[in-house]
């Protein structure tokens, strides 16, 4: 006869959580992040209070902020653990579905708990119930569904012996990787059952090396050989695998350059010979203009995203086709590409194998030289003048305070761009941006997961005014658990990358900038005193050569450590980059905007659809 265990729903949830591991013996899910309310706090909350000591319970101030500070932690351990963040129902889990949005897009796992409506339907509607006039099986945790790798709704306590297992079988496989819900109806949280005592040993989750089909190997390998300039694009798989020194063996081997996108920047230090640095929209010459000559672009491990080709309009080569190794055949089959289904690390050993001794003739010396040449400069101090810093030379100053320890990490606004241009990552997780979703709001909160998942690593947060007044409630959360980390608010008064972007579609300044927006002249917000204010140590610079003096410090101080700083919205880096594809008017009574709609049209004749 099965043994037994008499638990309710919500303590066999948690139990299960306690006896999922990873290869190295530790628990897959790292902690749990919640915020209670009435559904979710007398279920999960009482089972998470009596396993306090077998897993972690982490108070958030925003469902959303929590639940990044929950991805960043499995972004920077390239999916190696994850965390589980619990919510009650209304407004606290629709308050998540941005963070899953976010996971969904970057391929990070991350287990949302929402709580959900009565599934006996005694109390309906329940207080923060959404209800739908033509369905009673809907509320408002289905607007997960689109956002969610895995998606299901506990009705009964005994359904979580098989949601539990389908919810870890996502969160753990190398191609259907990303965020996981499970809408727990709150009367079933406490309701109990005899759940089988088997259903909670302990289970290792290993790391699947998919290796890649024969046929589709040898294709790859007869494209590559009869290849004449062969580049390769790095994306984040190869963090994701713990592909970076297969990829550097493979490039060594053979003398292929490498361009790296945002997720897969640092995959190779920036002074690689064969790093090209960052590539498409924000990207360097050197990738780009080797990508434009390419009869053959190896992508590993990357979506292809239009930042990443330009709109495809980077790969200009008549000639040119497409090798993508990845681990996800959606990804694969993009774009016509020559799928090379397979985890980057097996696939790329396998190629190189393959290959044998065969080798490119580039030398992307002289490219990296001029980029430098041209790039460093931006990056430096600035000299004597009244004028305000620009966003370059604050990352110049960064980066010389920065160590070989040091993690950068960003997601919206003007620096996610300088950065991949400009920033010189070292060894792999050292350069950290989230920029599938490019979510605002991601910065603060990121940081002290990055810092959580990294106790060691000395974390550098870039964010913009903007971005920090969209989300900055988990500094106090950092502040009351000590978690040390750097931010670096540059405020340019307003949006100051989608500003440039207004008038680069030939747009008036209009309600970007505080100053061209009603009322903006009244805003004067004191950020360094309201971040003193949730705990954190601040400082306003007036410079750069003071906020070099600061940043001297940050090793000094405990928890979060906030310096403001000053800077003209206007310039950004001029050298590198490639067309985007953004829309831009037919018909206005603007020159401008004429003006650019025409450059719209001819630069519109370089994308290529196939």
């Known amino acids: 006869m099965t043994s037994t265990i008499r638990l309710t729903a919500a303590q066999a949830l948690v139990r299960y959580l306690t006896a999922q591991l990873t290869e190295d013996g530790e628990p897959f899910i790292a902690g749990v992040w919640a915020i209670f309310g009435h559904g979710n706090v007398a279920g999960l909350g009482e089972a998470l209070y009596a396993s306090r000591d077998a897993i972690p319970t982490y108070r958030g101030h925003n469902e959303q902020t929590m639940a990044h500070a929950a991805i960043a932690y499995s972004k920077q351990l390239s999916r190696r653990r994850a965390m589980a963040v619990t919510s009650s129902i209304g407004p606290g889990a629709t308050n998540m579905v941005t ?7 970057n391929r990070l796992p991350v287990l949302l708990i929402p709580g959900d409506v009565f599934a006996n339907r005694g109390p309906d509607p329940v207080l923060q119930q959404v209800e739908d006039f033509g369905d009673g099986t809907i509320n408002a945790n289905d607007v997960f ?7 299901d709704r506990i009705t009964r306590p005994e359904q979580l012996l098989t949601a ?4 870890f079988r996502t969160m753990t496989d190398p191609a259907d990787c990303g965020p996981v819900t499970l809408a727990f109806c709150q009367d079933v949280q406490a309701e109990a059952y005899d759940y089988p005592v088997s259903f909670f040993e302990p289970v290792t989750w290993y790391q699947r090396r998919v290796r890649p089909d024969a046929e589709e190997l040898a294709r790859a390998v007869k494209a590559i050989k009869a290849a004449k300039k062969l580049v390769i694009v790095a994306g984040g798989g190869v963090h994701y695998s713990g592909a970076t020194e297969a990829l550097a063996a493979f490039a060594e081997s053979h003398n292929i350059p490498v361009a790296e996108t945002q997720a897969g920047k640092s995959a190779l230090p920036w002074d690689h010979s064969l790093n090209l640095g960052p590539i498409g929209v924000t990207g360097g010459e050197p990738a780009n203009d080797v990508c434009a000559e390419a009869d053959l672009v190896l992508g590993i491990g990357t979506r292809f995203q239009d930042f990443t080709t330009g709109s495809w309009g980077l790969f200009a080569n008549p000639a040119r086709r497409i090798i993508s190794l990845n681990v996800q055949a959606y990804d694969a089959m993009k774009h016509g590409a020559m799928p090379v289904l397979a985890d980057a690390r097996v696939g790329l050993k396998e190629l190189g194998v393959a290959l044998g001794n065969m080798r490119f003739g580039w030398d992307v010396k002289p490219l990296k030289t001029n980029w430098f040449a041209k790039v460093d400069p931006i990056t430096e101090a600035p000299g004597d003048g009244n004028s305000l810093p620009t966003d370059m030379q604050v990352i110049g100053a960064v980066q010389r305070a920065a160590g070989d320890n040091t993690v950068a990490m960003c997601a919206a606004g003007t ?12 060894r792999p997780g050292s350069y950290h941006m989230e920029y599938g979703f490019s979510c ?6 990121g940081a002290m997961g990055i810092k959580m998942a990294d106790p060691e690593r000395d974390v550098i947060c870039f964010t913009g005014d903007g971005t920090y007044m969209m989300a900055n409630s988990e500094m106090a959360t950092a502040a009351m658990l000590g978690i040390s980390f750097t931010v670096v608010v540059t405020d340019n008064r307003g949006y100051g990358c989608i500003n440039r972007l207004q008038m680069g579609t030939g747009g008036a300044e209009f309600n970007n900038l505080l100053d061209h927006a009603i009322g903006g002249e009244n805003s004067n917000i004191d950020f360094a005193k309201h971040a003193e204010a949730m705990g954190a140590t601040s400082i306003k610079v007036a410079s750069v050569s003071e906020l070099e003096v600061a940043l001297s410090k940050r090793s000094s101080i405990k928890g979060p450590f ?6 003209d919205p206007y310039p950004s880096t001029e050298p590198g980059g490639t067309w985007w594809d953004v829309g831009v008017p037919e018909v206005s009574e603007r020159a401008q905007v004429k003006a650019a709609y025409a450059s719209y049209v001819e630069n519109k004749k370089s994308q290529r659809m196939d």
């Open 562 to 567: 906030v310096v403001v700083i000053d800077t």
């Open 440 to 445: 605002m709001g991601y910065e603060i909160a």
């Open 415 to 426: 620096m996610p761009g300088e950065l991949h241009k400009l920033w010189k990552a070292g």
């Open 164 to 167: 539990l297992p389908r919810a």
């Open 145 to 151: 569904k689109p956002v969610s790798r895995y998606f």
């Open 99 to 105: 963070a899953a949005a976010l996971a969904h897009v």
